[in-house]
Each structure stands twice: as structure tokens, then as C-alpha cells.
């Protein structure tokens, strides 16, 4: 033994480092090897999706930060500086790896937030048919998971520079500071802490929701996502739509499925007064009943207009949300065209002139001839 103690003693002291390193490196792999295969296993056999994804999620980040917590455990114990050749870079080193394990534990606490947040995910499925409540906590679920990210970032990063003496400094005269230089940044950011506060405002009173049917400023579209600042809407046809967070709060928009996704539409024909309207209706209740995409809530037929030359005919239908209402009113006012166009011809708008009228259009158009 005391044989070993002067070997180690007598091995210059990087060399000392490195292979304590990789001692660490060679456990770490070890634990992990053991491990995360019993802990894959378990998910697989008790079907987990939280241990499942976890495994799959925090393997290098675990193993990383297993390392450097070996690392310097086996420098602090068997490794000094000497008082008569002290050797500066070991202090250094120390302060390289202490901060890269802050990192890797900061990772794996947003990767770890991640899987709680895919776990919760996979409880509520968006994908129903009235997911208001879904949505709800999905919204919810994302504004939160962003924000304990930052949260993480800054306690890291405090741990990071607080090892070094000079921040320390820095930090207490930021302390001192903070008066001025809060009311400065105040001034300099206040559309970034409105965007801010209009997020928490949003994610807990949620005007908008994921997957929202919105119009806003004309174009219609879904929110797609809800960041810190900003929201990402896709419109109709496929381009992208971003929208400062504050908008929501200081603007009127339209939210087509803020309590639920059902939705009714529209159909509206412009038909002469001859036209047989119990005729549509007994065809209304025919052909719509054949449609999958109709949800069977509304179904309406009425004149709800008339002009000098013709009467409007406003018929309603309704359907699970805001594109399967389009596609049905599309279909809808496709085929009454249609049949209106094989069995009423003549009840087209049309304009009436009377006999006097036309005698006297009649004669205008010969004197321009002449």
C-alpha cells in the first residue's frame, strides 16, 4: 500500500488527472451499462411511457454528469497541490469540470422537465374531437415548460459564476446597482415584459389555446404554437402568421373554438321569387343526412333576405370544427347549385321588363343603329 501511495506521489501530477479522469469515464460507462438497460427493461415490462422516456431522453446527460461528479471526487481525494511547487492549473481544471458539471446537470433537469411535460402529453390526446379541455391544459403545459427552463438557466448559470471570486465582486455591485439599472432596462424592454406578462396572462386566462381556429387582422388560421413572446399561426394555405403575444391582449379577434370546436356555417343562395323553397328544403333533408362530415346538431333552410330582383336563401349546416365546417359548406353549396341548375332553370336572378319598357328599349337601340 505504501508502496502504491509513493508510486501515485511520484507520477507527475496531469498525468495523476488524466487518469483519474479516465477511472471516472470507465465507471460512468459502467453504471450507465447496468443501468439504464434494468430501467428500459422495467418501462418496457410495466409499460411505462415516463420511465420509457426518461431512458430514452436523459442516457448521455446522466452518464456526462456522472462523470465529472467522479471526476472531482477523485481529485478532491487524492490528489493536493504542494505547498513548495504549488501547481496552479490544478485549481483550474477543478473550476473547468465543476462548471461542465453544473452544465450537464442543468441539462439533465430541462431534459427531465421534458419527459414530465411528453408524460402529460400523452395523457391528454388533442386529437379528439372536443378537446377544449386538452388544449386547455396543453397551453398551459407549454408556457410552464418554458418557463422553468429559463428558471433552470439562471440558477445554473448564478452556480457557474459564483465559483469565481471576481463575480462574486460583480455580483454584489450588480446587487448595489440594481436600482438604476433596473429602471433602465425597465424603460429599454418594456414591450419585451408586456410580451412577458401577456404570456402568463394568457396561459392561465387562455383567450388563445393550442390549436385554436382564430382570425386575426382578416387571415383565418390555427395557433400552432405559443412562445414566451410570440404566437406562430397557420393559416389556411400553409404559410406561417406571428403575432406578438401583447396583440391578444390589446386587440379584438375572432376565436372560433373558444369553448368548443363545433361550428355552424353558412350557405346562401340568391334564387327569383318563383322559386319553390319547400322544394330545397325537402332536398336539404335528403342529400345532408348522406354526408359522414356532418355532426347532425344543425340543419336549416330559410329566406332570410329579398331584393328588387331576387330573395336570399340562407341555409345552415353544421359539423365537429372549422375545417370540416368549410369542406361540408363547400359541399353544400356545390350540389344545390347543381341541382337548382338541372330542376330549377328559370328561377335563376332574372330581370323583369314590362311591355312599355321594352318598346321603348327597343326603340333607343333602333336610333343607335340608324
Avoid at 318 to 343: M, P, V, Y
Amino acid at each position: 500500500m505504501n508502496e502504491l501511495s509513493s508510486l501515485i506521489e511520484s507520477t507527475p501530477l496531469f498525468v495523476q488527472m488524466a487518469i483519474l479522469f479516465g477511472v471516472s469515464l470507465l465507471l460512468a460507462t459502467l453504471v450507465v451499462m447496468i443501468v439504464f438497460p434494468i430501467l428500459s427493461a422495467t418501462a418496457k415490462r410495466t409499460k411505462s411511457f415516463t420511465l420509457e422516456a426518461f431512458v430514452k431522453r436523459t442516457r448521455s446527460s446522466v452518464f456526462w454528469l456522472l462523470t465529472f461528479f467522479l471526476t472531482l471526487s477523485f481529485w478532491a481525494n487524492f490528489l493536493t497541490d504542494s505547498e513548495e511547487d504549488p501547481v496552479f492549473y490544478l485549481t483550474t481544471f477543478r473550476q473547468i469540470v465543476r462548471t461542465l458539471l453544473y452544465i450537464f446537470l442543468g441539462v439533465l433537469l430541462v431534459k427531465s422537465t421534458n419527459v414530465a411535460a411528453d408524460t402529460i402529453r400523452f395523457l391528454y390526446n388533442a386529437d379528439d374531437k372536443n378537446n377544449l379541455r386538452e388544449r386547455k391544459i396543453l397551453t398551459q403545459l407549454q408556457y410552464i415548460q418554458r418557463i422553468a427552463a429559463i428558471i433552470i438557466f439562471i440558477v445554473i448559470l448564478a452556480m457557474i459564476l459564483m465559483q469565481f471570486d471576481s463575480m462574486r465582486t460583480f455580483g454584489t455591485g450588480l446587487i448595489t446597482s440594481a436600482g438604476v439599472g433596473g429602471i433602465i432596462i425597465g424603460l429599454a424592454a418594456q414591450k419585451s415584459i408586456a410580451n412577458l406578462l401577456a404570456g402568463f396572462q394568457i396561459a392561465f386566462t387562455q383567450p388563445i389555446r393550442l390549436d385554436d381556429a382564430l382570425i386575426v387582422n382578416g387571415e383565418y388560421g390555427w395557433v400552432e404554437e405559443i412562445t414566451l413572446t410570440y404566437v406562430t399561426m397557420r393559416l389556411w394555405d400553409q404559410r406561417r402568421q406571428i403575432v406578438p403575444l401583447q396583440y391578444f391582449i390589446d386587440n379584438t379577434f375572432q376565436n372560433w373554438t373558444r369553448t368548443n370546436s363545433e361550428l355552424t356555417g353558412t350557405v346562401l343562395l340568391y334564387v327569383d321569387y318563383t322559386f319553390p323553397v319547400d322544394a330545397l328544403r325537402e332536398e336539404v333533408d335528403r342529400w345532408l343526412p348522406l354526408q359522414d362530415i356532418w355532426d347532425e346538431r344543425v340543419k336549416s333552410v330559410m329566406v332570410t333576405e329579398n331584393s328588387d330582383r331576387a330573395m336570399t336563401i340562407r341555409v345552415l349546416v353544421s359539423a365537429k370544427d372549422a375545417g370540416t365546417t368549410f369542406d361540408l359548406r363547400c359541399r353544400t353549396r356545390e350540389h344545390l347549385i347543381h341541382w337548382i341548375q338541372e330542376n330549377y332553370r328559370n328561377c335563376l336572378p332574372q330581370n323583369r321588363v314590362a311591355p312599355n319598357q321594352a318598346a321603348m328599349i327597343s326603340a333607343e337601340v333602333e336610333e343607335n343603329e340608324e
